[in-house]
């Protein structure tokens, strides 16, 4: 099993519309918790941190459920220059503070 | 630029040959990763250095491949003998400590094809 699973992809939506990525992760002593945006054959980039109490910035909101070791990542009014791929990281625990990723949840949003 | 630097950008390599991949961290971070990603797939973490000493190694870390950081800034990643399974995006990211949250920037990463 892997350490962080998201959902298979690709989403294709229309503009405007709200769109949803679930991810779990297996290490309960996992510390933090973060959304990375990644564009076509570019790096990955911090697109927002993942707090228990929830956070929100602009369109987009994260949760965490520590407790069923769940993520989310909610996109709302969805615009063109939002599609990219979605990448679920957790670190912390025993993980020597490095960066572990689930494989990405692609998102195509179309006219 | 203050950003993390990787070079070269693309590789194309014959099978059985070594290739050496160099990163810059951002000056002032004490972090330096290595990280590989193939298409479809999230990147998979490969080692981590602090200043100069490498911390930990994954299990995806051959005994081809070896990273050193000699002077705790420049890292350089070597793969002996490549194989055609070690075409892959060669992350680098450099963080200030362990702090995640706003410390760690990945390079443009090096594109290597084993052909």
């Known amino acids: 099993r892997k350490e962080v699973e998201q959902d298979p992809g690709p989403f294709n939506v229309p503009e405007g519309a709200t769109v949803a990525f679930n991810c779990t992760y297996s290490?309960?002593?996992?510390?933090?918790f973060f959304w990375y945006r990644q564009d076509c054959r570019k790096e990955p980039k911090l697109l927002m941190s993942?707090?228990?109490s929830g956070n929100e910035d602009g369109r987009f909101t994260a949760q965490l459920n520590r407790a069923s070791q769940y993520i989310s990542l909610l996109i709302r009014d969805s615009k063109l220059s939002d599609s990219a791929t979605y990448l679920c990281v957790v670190t912390g625990g025993n993980q020597g503070g490095k960066l572990i990723f689930g494989q990405g949840t692609e998102l195509s949003v179309k006219p | 630029d203050t950003g993390v630097s990787q070079d070269p950008r693309h590789k194309i390599t014959k099978r059985g040959q070594n290739v050496t991949f160099r990163c810059d961290p951002i000056?002032?971070?004490?972090?330096l990763y290595w990280y590989r990603q193939t298409l479809g797939q999230g990147p998979e973490f490969l080692t981590y250095?602090?200043?100069?000493?490498?911390?930990?190694k994954s299990r995806l870390l051959s005994d081809r491949f070896s990273a050193e950081r000699p002077k705790g800034s420049f890292s350089t990643l070597e793969i002996q003998r490549t194989e055609q399974g070690d075409s892959a995006m060669y992350l680098c990211?450099?963080?200030?400590?362990?702090?995640?949250?706003?410390?760690?920037?990945f390079g443009s990463g090096t594109r290597l094809t084993v052909v």
């Open positions: 000056s002032e971070h004490n972090r």
């Open positions: 990211a450099s963080s200030l400590g362990d702090r995640p949250n706003y410390g760690y920037t």
């Open positions: 993942v707090y228990s």
């Open positions: 250095f602090q200043n100069e000493a490498q911390l930990e």
């Open positions: 290490n309960s002593a996992s510390q933090s």
